[in-house]
């Protein structure tokens, strides 16, 4: 026999439903009693207020990388982003967390948490690469973390489109042949690690390759 759901989960899951159905702004206390079938009297009892209520639902967005050392930094970089795409394609709620982050300063340090940690993992990879001479010594780790997690993040968030996993290894090929490293079987034209500043994203047109606040995760976890 399948156990029962605790409160907890009952309220939080309805809560980030509600999210997702009609965003964060619009959710009370009434409509998550209703969805979860918790009382509302026992619903402030546990949250307090229906802004503490929203935050712990959006820390439930959390979520942790499996990190592998496979010997490349290939294909490091794809098993991190197989488990972003997946976390990714699961959430419905990252366009109502990155608006609630603009005004709730709690939810802002949750968001930025979780980026956080999320590209810390990337950057780990990174760094193996270059100790292992794949990559340029001076190869400007942030910006390749930038570069590697936008086209994901803009295409879930932004075109709120599902990714397809093999849109993964085509955007790390394209980024690693950015920072100079070959990839067997690639026909892309080698960059310098240096001038990928100016070539765009992802080469090919010149302007600002920098982008900030790509928002969680990087980190990417989730309903």
Do not use: H, K
Request: with cysteine; charged share 25%; hydrophobic share 40%.
């Amino acid at each position: 026999m399948a156990r029962p759901r605790s409160s907890d989960s009952a309220v939080l899951d309805a809560t980030i439903d509600l999210i997702a159905e009609q965003g964060e702004s619009t959710v009370t206390v009434d409509a998550v009693a209703d969805r979860s079938g918790v009382s509302r009297p026992t619903i402030y009892r546990r949250w307090g207020s229906r802004d503490r209520l929203i935050r712990a639902a959006f820390g439930c967005l959390e979520y942790t990388l499996a990190e592998s050392d496979t010997g490349s930094v290939r294909r490091d970089l794809v098993v991190l982003l197989r488990q972003l795409v997946g976390y990714l394609n699961r959430t419905r709620v990252l366009p109502s967390l990155m608006e609630a982050a603009a005004r709730d300063p709690e939810v802002a340090a949750l968001r930025e948490s979780v980026d956080r940690r999320g590209r810390a993992a990337y950057a780990r990879a990174i760094r193996r690469g270059i100790e292992r001479g794949e990559l340029a010594a001076d190869t400007d780790v942030d910006l390749f973390v930038d570069l590697v997690l936008a086209p994901f993040i803009y295409r879930r968030v932004a075109s709120q489109a599902l990714i397809e996993a093999g849109y993964i290894a085509p955007v790390v090929d394209r980024v690693l042949v950015a920072f100079g490293q070959p990839v067997p079987g690639s026909d892309l034209p080698l960059q310098s690690g240096l001038s990928v500043r100016q070539e765009g994203l992802l080469g090919g047109r010149p302007g600002p390759a920098r982008t900030r606040d790509l928002g969680p995760l990087a980190s990417g976890v989730g309903p």
